[in-house]
Structures are given as structure tokens and as C-alpha cells.
């Protein structure tokens, strides 16, 4: 017989926290490892505060750390505080590699929740595997990738590429031009995208990346002028998107001339951006500002009330707040903060309501979510358009794309 908390109370229980955290009035600065003291469980927090990624990334930090901050005015997590040591990623892989050692080898965190890019990500993979600590990583990915030190959050791509692929075939589109920043996600995506072209019988317009933080797209334009799509896939990062929209509309091809389908603008690259530029574009997530439910308004109220009332929130945002909490119950359901203990237990909890709706962790370390496909407005919000039907289990390999891949974590 059951004794205590059930797997689906642990993860219920400490997202009900969120209210309660919030009216205990944290500072805005959150708990530092020196304010925790020494009867802490120390974290890490990895994410670009400077440079391209910035824009996106920092934010991430933001709701990282107000999970953190909710969950210690709510007791902690097996009767100790979480104590969190945040380094900057620079935007560089380089610096997220040696950030991760230093936060493990040196500070002693017991997992780091943090990276957007897959170039960071595949950086830090090795120093996560060499030392056996674990990474929670909040982002939509290219997936082709499996490991038991990694929990992906974010969207594997039959989570989030293939069901903006399958809403664009539906609508009619039939000619694809794929641009993207010049790194593995863009390419890797862009590589299941033409296989799944390939199979349906339609047609690559053109397929052109740049940098990452590249600024200079007139040749590209000029490509996609030439070619006339139907729809652009867009797997731009950073402050890349600006530059490409503002030439865009500067050469008359708004996204009402042409539709763009964009995998990394969300509503705050939106505002960032100027709403006007990307009104009309899509985006494909599993999260949306504008999704119905008391679990999204609470978290909604909840940073609003300590970052302020014009701040607006994203999938990654909402995954990376999330993280933090499936940690909090699968540490109390292992009993230990031991990282393999903690992935253990991750993949063993119930689904349970979030922000996002209901979600879970499964054996290959992924997360079960759903998928939406959104259209900016004027305001920079997204009007969902369509909803997957159900969560989505996450397939780590497309099978298009590399046949005969599987996940499998002991």
C-alpha cells in the first residue's frame, strides 16, 4: 500500500504553489547560493545574458528563476532552499561548455537548467556526460539526439517542425524555401522538412542560412524573389529575425505577400522586433501567451506582478519555469537530489496541468506535449489558428530522416 504523496501529487502539489509563492512577496532578485545559505540545494542557471542570443535567452533566466523563488517561499524542497548560481553564456558554445564545468566542478550544482541553441546544448553535452550531472533544456530542437543527462523539454520536431509541415501542406502550400541560421538545428530541421518534401511529391523553392547574428539578407531576398514560394520556413535565431524582417518589408514581401512560418519567434521576439514587422507571420509552439486555462493565467499574473505588467511570456519561458518544477517533484519522489536518481524519477511522474496544459517526461527523456500553430497580431500576441489533436509523444529520430534510429535510456 501507498504511503505519502502520490507521483501525480508531488508535481501537482508543487505547481499549486505558484499563487502562494507570489503573495509571500520574494525580491526581484531572487535567491543567490549566498543568500540561500549553506543548507541549500545548489542549481546552475546557464543562459546567454550577452550577445545575438540575448534577446531570447534572457528572459528564460527570468522564469527559471522565479520557480525557484516560489518553490523556497512555499518550504523548499526537502526542507532545504534551492539556491541558485547563474553564469552567462555569452552566446558562444565555447563559454557555455566552460560554464557548465565551472558550475558542476566548482560550484557544486546539483543539475543546471539552461541553452537555446543546439550549438550550446551539443557543446555542454560532453561536460554533462563526463561528470553525470543533468541538464533541463528548454527549447525546441532538431531532435537526432539522446541522452540520459539531458531532460528535453522543448519540442522534438514532430512536436513542433512536422506538424507546422503537415498545417502548411494542408493549407495548399506546395513550394518550400527554407532559411535558417548557419548551426545544427536549422539544418538538421530543414534536412527532415526536405525529406518530408521529398516523399509528398512537393517542391524545395530554395534553401539559403546565414550566421548566427548575421544582418545581411539582400542576397537571400533577392533569391526569394527570384524562386516566388509559397511559404518560407524560417529557423532564424537571435536578433537575426529583425534584420530579416525589416528587409523583407523594405522589399515589399511582407508576410502578407508571403507567408512565413517561423520556429523561433515568439511574443517576445515580437515586441522586440516591432510587432508591426511580423503581424500576419505565423509561428509553430507548444506554448502561446493567449492559451485558455487557470494554470496559464496564474503563471501570466505571476510574472507580470515581479518583472512588470508589459512583459510578455514564451514556450521557452514557460518550459524553462516548468523545468524547475518537474526537478522539485522528482527530487522529493527520489528522495535525493542525485541527478540519475532525479531522471529516474522524471520519467516516472504522472501528467499533470501546467501552462502549457498537461504534460510529462517519458523514457526517452522528452517531454509528451501539444502542439499549436499561432498568427501574430497587431499587438505581438499569437491567435492560435490550430491545435494538435491530443499531446504529442516526442519521437527523438524521424524516421524519414535517419531510419533505423532509436532512443533507448537505460
Not at 501507498?2 to 503573495?23: I, N
Not at 523563488?69 to 526537502?78: K, Q, Y
Not at 535525493?336 to 498537461?358: M, N, Q, Y
Amino acid at each position: 500500500m501507498k504511503t505519502g504523496l502520490g507521483r501525480k501529487s508531488f508535481l501537482a502539489l508543487t505547481l499549486a504553489c505558484t499563487m502562494l509563492a507570489t503573495a509571500c512577496g520574494k525580491s526581484e532578485s531572487g535567491t543567490s547560493a549566498a543568500e540561500a545559505g549553506g543548507d541549500a540545494i545548489k542549481v546552475g542557471i546557464l543562459h546567454s545574458l550577452s550577445g545575438t542570443m540575448a534577446i531570447s535567452e534572457d528572459t528564460v533566466k527570468n522564469s527559471t528563476q522565479m520557480a525557484i523563488d516560489e518553490i523556497n517561499a512555499a518550504g523548499g524542497v526537502l526542507g532545504k532552499k534551492i539556491a541558485a548560481v547563474t553564469e552567462d553564456g555569452a552566446s558562444d558554445p565555447a563559454i557555455f561548455a566552460q560554464k557548465a564545468n565551472k558550475l558542476i566542478s566548482d560550484d557544486g550544482v546539483a543539475t543546471v537548467f539552461g541553452g537555446w541553441t543546439s550549438a550550446s546544448r551539443k557543446a555542454m553535452l560532453p561536460v554533462f556526460e563526463k561528470t553525470q550531472n543533468l541538464l533541463w533544456y528548454p527549447v525546441q530542437f532538431e531532435g537526432n539526439e539522446c541522452s540520459p543527462n539531458i531532460m528535453y523539454s522543448g519540442a522534438q520536431p514532430n512536436q513542433q517542425t512536422l506538424p507546422a509541415y503537415d498545417w502548411a501542406k494542408e493549407k495548399g502550400y506546395k513550394n518550400f524555401f527554407l532559411v535558417g541560421s548557419d548551426y545544427v538545428y536549422p539544418r538538421t530541421a530543414n534536412l527532415i522538412v526536405k525529406k518530408h518534401l521529398e516523399k509528398d511529391g512537393l517542391k524545395l523553392a530554395g534553401e539559403e542560412y546565414q550566421p548566427l547574428g548575421g544582418t545581411e539578407f539582400s542576397g537571400v531576398i533577392g533569391k526569394i524573389k527570384a524562386a516566388k514560394p509559397d511559404i518560407i520556413f524560417n529557423t532564424l535565431n537571435g536578433d537575426s529575425n529583425v534584420a530579416f524582417f525589416k528587409q523583407m518589408a523594405a522589399a515589399g514581401l511582407t508576410p502578407k505577400v508571403i507567408p512565413v512560418m517561423s520556429f523561433s519567434i515568439g511574443e517576445q521576439e515580437a515586441q522586440a522586433m516591432g510587432p508591426a514587422l511580423v503581424e500576419g507571420s505565423y509561428a509553430a509552439w507548444n506554448y502561446f501567451q493567449t492559451l485558455d486555462g487557470e494554470a496559464n493565467a496564474k503563471f501570466i499574473n505571476a510574472y507580470k506582478a515581479k518583472f512588470g505588467e508589459d512583459k510578455v511570456l514564451t514556450d521557452p519561458m514557460v518550459h524553462g519555469y516548468v523545468d524547475v518544477y518537474v526537478w522539485k517533484a522528482a527530487v522529493e519522489k527520489a528522495g535525493s537530489a542525485d541527478p540519475a536518481k532525479v531522471r529516474a524519477a522524471a520519467v516516472t511522474l504522472d501528467a499533470v496541468d501546467t501552462p502549457l496544459g498537461k504534460v510529462n517526461f517519458v523514457k526517452n527523456n522528452s517531454l509528451v506535449q501539444t502542439a499549436y500553430i499561432g498568427e501574430a497580431d497587431p499587438k505581438g500576441q499569437f491567435k492560435i489558428l490550430w491545435t494538435s489533436k491530443g499531446a504529442i509523444q516526442p519521437e527523438p529520430y524521424d524516421p524519414l530522416a535517419f531510419p533505423g534510429k532509436t532512443c533507448s535510456i537505460g
